[in-house]
């Protein structure tokens, strides 16, 4: 679920932002001279003459007297859902937090122009903890220390430390707290799924025998099979290239294959040039020459592909995002049960490696900050702890108890059945009018692990056969060149030819014009000061190194 939102015109509004100083708090308060709060509670912990009292053992919004606060939120994607207060989800939000949220969406062009007027939304959500604007949030965001300590300490008990101490700046303080923030202990102990598959329409499957597929002399002769038994079927999909320019083809499928995160010295390995990789590449472009790949998997949108899916167009696919992808594997699920999609050891590694399957890091995914101009950081600061807390993890989860979900004799949460039914019937007004799962800021995977009904049906086979081939990126985290350097412009467009030679590739008419793409792209890496971009990466995945300890 990997998006880079951050372009070059964000680092120029950031640029903009820096020239013209740090911002000020809203409604005249000037910011204090520690970059803290502008409206900072008393040491006898009072806020704001009697609002409430600061109690360490009690989350500020169950304190908190005023009626009603209206804040804007801004996430920095398109597709999130706006509405407020007229789901289950939100509904119980408001009336537990008396807050009105006003959610305004947009893409860098947007953000910029924010930066640009210096009057920020009150709560602002990005993607890319490695961008100009994360890096520099201590100049436009509030640091959550400080609006702890001023109006909400039991913040101290639902954040995770090693959360808050990865995405420290430089003064120590952490300014923005993501979702999905899975650490070592959340990946031992069993609680987060794979979201990566290698999927067979089981019917498909059964008819030819269960065949092995490890192989890239098996994966091809499957493949042809298919292609002769199941004419109308494309034979191998992948995920569309316009999400992620890479599809999943690219690090998804190096995972897959087990390629080396790192370089045994811990220093950057180009998994893009790993030979077992390149060599299933080969092996692609052979069942593409075999008409076993379509021409349109490489220019499908996001809903073609979804489409394709929904009715079990494609007899094999390369997945990744299991749980996205779910509501329409459900529905080819629910119209053809027979022929549901089920995961299978697909391709292997030639060399022996074992899979290394990614899932959400401690960097997560979505990154919420308050903004300098926050019309009342007190509620923001209450909306993170009580998202963070177990009863806004429970709501955002499963919604109400006896009204959307019921706790079973051996304590898992158990969707009703009206809800059950409402979500593999018809998935998209469950999630507008329910939004179950989908109000993800500041979620947490290990919530999930409490039912067995967290998933739908149609992914969990594919969630067991990926049990034990998880293997934490931390090293690889936020290890791109800073915004606005040489390394970072040059590395853009790395990865921008790297997106288009993997199609290339995989298109090749012959060896041996496979053979010139590669060396062209090659080439693209030398004449765009690779070496320094890959000494970069070093040095970060050596801080990072250090942060998890792996020195000592």
């Not at 790192?262 to 220093?267: F, K």
């Not at 040039?273 to 499908?300: H, Q, V």
């Not at 690779?530 to 995945?541: C, D, F, L, N, Q």
Request: a negative charge; glycine letters at 8%.
């Amino acid at each position: 679920m990997r998006r880079n939102l951050w372009k070059r015109n964000v680092s120029l509004a950031m640029a903009v932002l820096l020239a013209a100083g740090s911002l000020t708090a809203c409604g005249g308060d000037k910011e204090t001279s520690s970059g803290g709060p502008a409206a900072q509670t008393g040491e006898d912990g009072v806020v704001e003459e009697g609002r409430y009292t600061l109690d360490e053992n009690t989350p500020a919004w169950k304190l908190d007297t005023k009626e009603n606060t209206t804040l804007t939120w801004y996430v920095n994607a398109e597709w999130w859902n706006t509405d407020w207060g007229n789901d289950v989800v939100t509904k119980k939000m408001k009336e537990d937090l008396n807050v009105d949220i006003e959610f305004i969406v947009g893409d860098d062009t947007k953000l910029n122009t924010f930066f640009a007027g210096g009057e920020m939304p009150d709560i602002v959500t990005v993607f890319d903890a490695n961008s100009t604007v994360a890096q520099k949030a201590d100049t436009w965001a509030y640091s959550l220390q400080d609006l702890a300590d001023n109006y909400d300490p039991y913040f101290y008990k639902v954040a995770s430390d090693q959360s808050l101490s990865w995405f420290a700046l430089e003064d120590g303080k952490t300014y923005g707290y993501p979702d999905y923030s899975n650490t070592q202990e959340d990946y031992d102990g069993g609680d987060i799924f794979a979201k990566t598959a290698f999927v067979i329409r089981k019917d498909v499957y059964e008819a030819l025998g269960e065949p092995s597929m490890k192989t890239q002399e098996e994966f091809l002769d499957v493949l042809s099979q298919i292609k002769e038994q199941f004419p109308k079927l494309i034979p191998f999909g992948f995920n569309n290239f316009e999400t992620d320019g890479t599809s999943s083809l690219g690090d998804v499928f190096q995972d897959y294959i087990g390629v080396p995160l790192a370089n045994e010295d811990g220093t950057f390995y180009d998994r893009n040039l790993d030979e077992d990789y390149l060599s299933w590449m080969r092996t692609f472009n052979t069942a593409y020459k075999n008409g076993c790949i379509s021409d349109d998997s490489f220019t499908d949108d996001n809903t073609a592909w979804q489409e394709k899916e929904s009715i079990g167009k494609y007899a094999c696919i390369m997945m990744e995002g299991t749980p996205q992808q779910s509501g329409f594997l459900t529905t080819f699920a629910n119209a053809e049960p027979d022929a549901a999609y089920i995961a299978i050891d697909g391709p292997q590694s030639t060399v022996g490696n074992a899979p290394t399957l990614n899932q959400a890091g401690i960097s997560g995914w979505m990154i919420t900050y308050v903004s300098k101009t926050c019309a009342d950081p007190a509620k923001a600061i209450q909306l993170y702890t009580y998202l963070l807390d177990e009863e806004g993890q429970i709501l955002t989860n499963y919604g109400i108890e006896g009204e959307t979900y019921t706790v079973n004799a051996d304590g898992k949460y158990e969707l009703t059945p009206e809800m059950k039914e409402l979500r593999d019937t018809d998935n998209d007004r469950f999630k507008q009018e329910i939004r179950i799962g989908e109000f993800i800021p500041f979620g947490h995977d290990r919530y999930k692990a409490l039912s067995d009904d967290a998933y739908p049906d149609s992914i969990k086979q594919m969630q067991e056969w990926g049990q034990g081939k998880l293997v934490p990126h931390f090293i690889l985290e936020n290890t791109d060149p800073d915004a606005g350097s040489e390394e970072a412009r040059s590395y853009s467009a790395i990865k921008t030819k790297w997106s288009t030679t993997l199609v290339a590739l995989i298109r090749a008419e012959n060896d041996e014009q496979f053979d010139q793409i590669l060396e062209e792209y090659k080439q693209f890496l030398a004449d765009n000061n690779w070496e320094s971009i890959k000494a970069v990466r070093s040095e970060k995945m050596a801080q990072n190194a250090e942060k998890l300890g792996m020195n000592e």
